[in-house]
Structures are given as structure tokens and as C-alpha cells.
């Protein structure tokens, strides 16, 4: 059993580090970074649908809870999704995925001045290994981040952006949108981020591979991605799929080289291993604190 769920998360750890290098295929083939990102709003709608029926799911979003769904849809599809495409296009596939991992550096931020959970040493060490990492692979503590790696002002801006967003997906989770299954959440914030993302598109004439590029990024980096991951969590513990997780910008770097030749220098490696070992801590410090309350006196 946890071996099938190792292996769904580290597909979906692929599936993810493939959507940089297929997205930037996409702008290279005349297709804008929002215009895939609103493709991506639009395309995968059908089959959350068809899965969240197929569980059985209520659609229903209780009215308390939908000024929450609608701030998960502007922020964490439609803000999200267009920052990254940016970033993508302006940094690299490589720089954006690795930089996109300081989410769990917001998330301590953010849970700590928004739902006030503590700061711990480890959160702490975290932080500062993120900060640390960033400055590497921007350029800050080393040379030029790389070949094919363009880490501009702006691109490290829009990278920190999408990771920022990317963490509300933690906030907005533990929040009160925590007890509705992840087809649901999709179902009712795709349609919002599409309609978010619209005004701003751009759409342009597309052959056979740039919809073979948007199709990929819809359908296999996002649809088919969160399937897996969450199939991966029903049969391990989160702490541990969240580490095998952190292999997507790995796979990234990987396939950005071999497919369009990009590479970070040593500091810029030096600032990846940075920025993913501080997710390992975050991982792991979540996962001592959880132990220490179950082991707690009174713990039902």
C-alpha cells in the first residue's frame, strides 16, 4: 500500500516539473503565458466534474464558506496560474520551479501572523534558508544564476509571487475549505479563474503542437497531477508525500536542461538545495509538532 503511494506521488511530482519545459514549448510556438494559463482554467473543468460525480461528491458550497472559495479561485487559480506562466517565460522553467518552493517559507509567515500558529526554531531556520537560496539562484550571493537561466529582478519577482500564492493553497486549506474534497474546490474555482484571467488574454492561431502543449499542462500537469498526489495521500502520511513532492523542481531542472538547455551555476544549485532543504524542514518540524501533541497527556 505505501509503496503504490510513493509511486503516485512521485508521478505526480513528475507530472508537475514537466509543466515549466511543455509550457515554455507552448511560448515558443507564439501561444502568450496567459493564454495558457486560462487554458488551463478551462480545460480540466470536465473531468473534475466527471470525478467528483463519480464519488459521489456534493457540489454544494455552504454560504458561509463562499467568500473563502471565491478568495481560493482569485488567488490560488487565477493569480497562481498567470504568475507562473510569467515566470516561466520571463526567468525559465528551472528558475520559476524552484522558486515557486518557497512556498512553505509564506506559509510559516502567513500561518504564523494569520492563524496564529507559533514560529519555531525550525520555521525559523526555514526562512532564513529560503532567503538565503533565493539570493543564490538570483544572482545576489554568486554570479549570473545560469545558462538559459534568466534571473532578472523581474523574473525572481514573479517567481516569489507564485510561490506566495502557491502557499494559499495551504492557508486557504486549513481555513474553512478544508472539508471539501479537491474535485469540489476545482469545480467551483476554475470557472472563476478562467473569467478572471480572460480580460487578459491574448489568444493566438495554434496548430497541432501548441494545443498538444496546453492540453499537457490542462490535462496532465494539473487535472491528472492533483489525482495522483491526493490518490498518493490516501495511502501515505502527508509529511511523507510532501518530501517525495518536493522532487517536481528537481524533475524541472532536469528536463528544462535536457529540452532547452538551461542550467543554474553553483551558486544557483547551491540556492535550490537551499530553498528545498528548508521544505524538508518545514516538513519535518510540522511532523515533530504533530507527534508531540498525539504523545501529549489527555490525547483523545
Not at 142 to 149: M, N
Not at 165 to 177: D, N, S, V
Not at 217 to 237: D, H, K, M, P, Q
Request: glycine fraction near 12%; proline fraction near 5%.
Amino acid at each position: 500500500m505505501a509503496f503504490r503511494g510513493y509511486l503516485y506521488v512521485l508521478c505526480a511530482a513528475v507530472l508537475w516539473g514537466g509543466l515549466g519545459p511543455v509550457a515554455k514549448y507552448a511560448f515558443s510556438l507564439g501561444v502568450q503565458p496567459l493564454e495558457v494559463a486560462f487554458w488551463r482554467c478551462v480545460i480540466p473543468f470536465a473531468p473534475f466534474a466527471v470525478q467528483a460525480l463519480a464519488r459521489g461528491d456534493s457540489l454544494r458550497v455552504e454560504p458561509a464558506d463562499r467568500l473563502a472559495m471565491a478568495g481560493f479561485g482569485v488567488v490560488c487559480i487565477a493569480a497562481f496560474y498567470g504568475v507562473y506562466q510569467l515566470a516561466i517565460q520571463e526567468g525559465g522553467a528551472a528558475l520559476a520551479s524552484v522558486l515557486m518552493y518557497t512556498a512553505p517559507a509564506w506559509v510559516a509567515l502567513a500561518a504564523w501572523g494569520l492563524l496564529g500558529e507559533g514560529m519555531s526554531a525550525a520555521k525559523l531556520g526555514a526562512v532564513a534558508a529560503t532567503l538565503a537560496g533565493v539570493a543564490c539562484v538570483s544572482g545576489v550571493l554568486g554570479p549570473e544564476a545560469g545558462q538559459g537561466v534568466s534571473a532578472t529582478p523581474k523574473a525572481v519577482l514573479l517567481g516569489l509571487l507564485s510561490g506566495l500564492t502557491y502557499a494559499m493553497y495551504y492557508i486557504f486549506g486549513k481555513g474553512r475549505l478544508r472539508r471539501y474534497p479537491t474535485p469540489v474546490l476545482f469545480l467551483h474555482a476554475l470557472p472563476l479563474g478562467a473569467l478572471l484571467l480572460l480580460p487578459f488574454v491574448e489568444f493566438s492561431p495554434k496548430g497541432a503542437g501548441a494545443w498538444a502543449a496546453i492540453v499537457a499542462v490542462s490535462l496532465l500537469s494539473t487535472w491528472g497531477a492533483y489525482s495522483v498526489y491526493y490518490a498518493g495521500l490516501r495511502r501515505l502520511e502527508a509529511t511523507r508525500a510532501a518530501v517525495v513532492a518536493t522532487l517536481e523542481p528537481v524533475v524541472a531542472a532536469v528536463v528544462a536542461y535536457l529540452w532547452w538547455g538551461e542550467r543554474f551555476t553553483a551558486a544557483g544549485w547551491l540556492g535550490a538545495g537551499l530553498i528545498l532543504g528548508a521544505v524538508v524542514l518545514v516538513v519535518w518540524d510540522g511532523r515533530r509538532l504533530r507527534a508531540a501533541r498525539e504523545a501529549a497527556p489527555g490525547h483523545a
